[in-house]
């Protein structure tokens, strides 16, 4: 593989922009005289743009095996690395269900294949997401699984759920769970309130998620496992992690992009795209969030990339199936909640987006700083460039944004994984 040369890039912001050496997959050099002597090396022309490390999304659903109609693993890799992730996590939600290391096998090997972005198959934590009996955790284990979760469903029995923080505890695994109280969502469509109630649409109340957080935190406590809690949406959630954080429980959590930015006013628009799970809560929930991320109650922000069909969408409210597409607008809306309003700079940004959840998945090759000696898995961020968003021209199969026709301020230049450059200029590298 030739030496890259990134030029005039500035590492997190900082500084006046700099060159960058890349040889055999590792930083080499960081300087003016970085690219002296790295003859037929590789360039990209950073144009003064902001260098990270690559992002590292806990949260994706790619869909394959079973609804290659929507995403596969090639088209979601291809979003990922337009987005700027060079690590992602692939939900076990699949069809079949990623309960056992032959699926797990077969998706983390589709994903080398492709090679554009690390695949890190989840694991189901029960057999078939059915929530009554533990999957082979063990045998996932050794698979190379180090995050187990039910998301789409809520490991709901307590005494299931203890166990599960029990076997991942002794596998040095994590569970990452889906806070709903069942009996309290069912035939839910909606944040339970204002708007949801004008629309005559049932209730997801924000005590539903809370109560289920506050239960796992304890059972963790309990048992001394790690727990990660899946796309925290509402005030009181955020309040409960400060708590159980406060008295040294091991929880970490994510917010996706779109509980930072939306709010259920646009339920308004009667419009399924936003549609999602958990569903879009009210500003003072946003606020709250955005507060939460910057101070580190909330530890980083996961895409929740949820591919769905156009007949899965574009139906009736009740209809219509939850989630958002997620992986190429992360970074621009991370930018407005988070960025543009003071609330973050860009180590902030490498924080949430890669160094925190690259430590709560365990992975020691990414979330790196930026230095000398250190695993080339980087991206190069245009912090001013505005763009439109448009469905039809992400790279996934569905176009299932919420983010449709809105203008962002944020573009990924370039994704660079083990060396390699994957994207460039919005398109993937040959
Ligand atoms: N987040 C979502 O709205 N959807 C997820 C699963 C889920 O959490 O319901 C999906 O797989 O589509």
Same mark, same amino acid.
């Given at each position: 593989?030739?030496?890259?040369?990134?030029?005039?890039? $500035?590492?997190?912001?900082?500084?006046?922009?700099?060159?960058?050496?890349?040889?055999?997959?590792?930083?080499?050099?960081?300087?003016?005289?970085?690219?002296?002597?790295? !003859?037929?090396?590789?360039?990209?022309?950073?144009?003064?743009?902001?260098?990270?490390?690559?992002?590292?999304?806990?949260?994706?659903?790619?869909?394959?095996?079973?609804?290659?109609?929507?995403?596969?693993?090639?088209?979601?890799?291809?979003?990922? !690395?337009?987005?700027?992730?060079?690590?992602?996590?692939?939900?076990?939600?699949?069809?079949?269900?990623?309960?056992?290391?032959?699926?797990?096998?077969?998706?983390?090997?589709?994903? +080398?294949?492709?090679?554009?972005?690390?695949?890190?198959?989840?694991?189901?934590?029960?057999?078939?997401?059915?929530?009554?009996?533990? !999957?082979?955790?063990?045998?996932?284990?050794?698979?190379?699984? +180090?995050?187990?979760?039910?998301?789409?469903?809520?490991?709901?029995?307590?005494?299931?759920?203890?166990?599960?923080?029990?076997?991942?505890?002794?596998?040095?695994?994590?569970?990452?769970?889906?806070?709903?109280?069942?009996?309290?969502?069912?035939?839910?469509?909606?944040?339970?309130?204002?708007?949801?109630?004008?629309?005559?649409?049932?209730?997801?109340?924000?005590?539903?998620?809370?109560?289920?957080?506050?239960?796992?935190?304890?059972?963790?406590?309990?048992?001394?496992?790690?727990?990660? &809690?899946?796309?925290? #949406?509402?005030?009181?959630?955020?309040? &409960?992690?400060?708590?159980?954080?406060?008295?040294?429980?091991?929880? #970490?959590?994510?917010?996706?992009?779109?509980?930072?930015?939306?709010? /259920?006013? $646009?339920?308004?628009?009667? =419009?399924?795209?936003?549609?999602?799970?958990?569903?879009?809560?009210?500003?003072? /929930?946003?606020?709250?969030? $955005?507060?939460?991320?910057?101070?580190?109650?909330? =530890?980083?922000?996961?895409?929740?990339?949820?591919?769905?069909?156009?007949?899965?969408? /574009?139906?009736?409210?009740?209809?219509?199936?939850?989630?958002?597409?997620?992986?190429?607008?992360?970074?621009?809306?991370?930018?407005?909640?988070?960025?543009?309003?003071?609330?973050?700079?860009?180590?902030?940004?490498?924080?949430?987006?890669?160094?925190?959840?690259?430590?709560?998945?365990?992975?020691?090759?990414?979330?790196?700083?930026?230095?000398?000696?250190?695993?080339?898995?980087?991206?190069?961020?245009?912090?001013?460039? $505005?763009?439109? &968003?448009?469905?039809?021209?992400?790279?996934?199969?569905?176009?299932?944004?919420?983010?449709?026709?809105?203008?962002?301020?944020?573009?990924?230049?370039?994704?660079?994984?083990?060396?390699?450059?994957?994207?460039?200029?919005?398109?993937?590298?040959?």
């Amino acid at each position: 593989m030739n030496p890259l040369v990134l030029k005039g890039v $500035r590492p997190y912001g900082e500084g006046d922009p700099t060159d960058v050496l890349v040889r055999d997959g590792v930083i080499a050099a960081i300087g003016a005289t970085a690219a002296d002597g790295a !003859a037929g090396a590789e360039t990209v022309e950073g144009g003064g743009a902001v260098l990270l490390p690559g992002f590292v999304d806990l949260h994706t659903h790619l869909r394959e095996p079973g609804r290659e109609d929507t995403e596969t693993i090639a088209t979601g890799s291809a979003a990922a !690395a337009l987005g700027g992730y060079t690590a992602v996590f692939a939900m076990a939600n699949t069809d079949p269900v990623a309960d056992n290391a032959v699926v797990v096998e077969h998706v983390a090997r589709r994903g +080398r294949e492709v090679g554009l972005v690390d695949v890190h198959p989840v694991g189901a934590v029960t057999v078939g997401l059915a929530g009554e009996r533990l !999957a082979e955790l063990g045998a996932m284990a050794r698979a190379g699984v +180090r995050v187990f979760s039910d998301d789409g469903h809520c490991v709901h029995d307590p005494l299931l759920m203890r166990r599960a923080l029990e076997y991942s505890k002794a596998l040095d695994a994590v569970v990452a769970q889906h806070a709903e109280e069942p009996r309290l969502t069912a035939g839910a469509q909606a944040h339970e309130g204002e708007h949801a109630a004008r629309l005559g649409l049932q209730g997801w109340p924000a005590a539903a998620e809370e109560a289920i957080v506050a239960r796992d935190c304890l059972l963790a406590a309990q048992v001394g496992a790690r727990l990660h &809690v899946c796309h925290v #949406s509402t005030a009181g959630a955020a309040d &409960v992690l400060a708590w159980a954080k406060a008295r040294g429980t091991q929880v #970490s959590a994510e917010v996706t992009p779109h509980h930072l930015l939306l709010t /259920d006013d $646009r339920l308004a628009t009667y =419009d399924p795209v936003n549609k999602v799970n958990p569903p879009l809560r009210t500003a003072r /929930d946003v606020e709250r969030l $955005r507060q939460a991320l910057a101070d580190g109650v909330i =530890d980083c922000v996961a895409t929740d990339h949820a591919p769905h069909a156009v007949q899965d969408k /574009d139906c009736e409210w009740s209809a219509a199936r939850p989630g958002m597409l997620g992986l190429q607008t992360a970074l621009p809306v991370v930018v407005e909640t988070m960025v543009r309003t003071g609330l973050l700079d860009w180590r902030g940004v490498a924080r949430v987006l890669s160094e925190r959840p690259a430590a709560i998945a365990g992975l020691p090759d990414q979330g790196r700083p930026v230095e000398v000696g250190e695993p080339a898995n980087l991206v190069l961020v245009d912090p001013g460039a $505005r763009w439109v &968003v448009r469905g039809a021209e992400l790279a996934s199969i569905a176009a299932n944004t919420p983010f449709e026709g809105m203008e962002l301020t944020g573009r990924v230049v370039a994704t660079v994984l083990r060396g390699r450059v994957t994207a460039a200029g919005g398109r993937i590298a040959a």
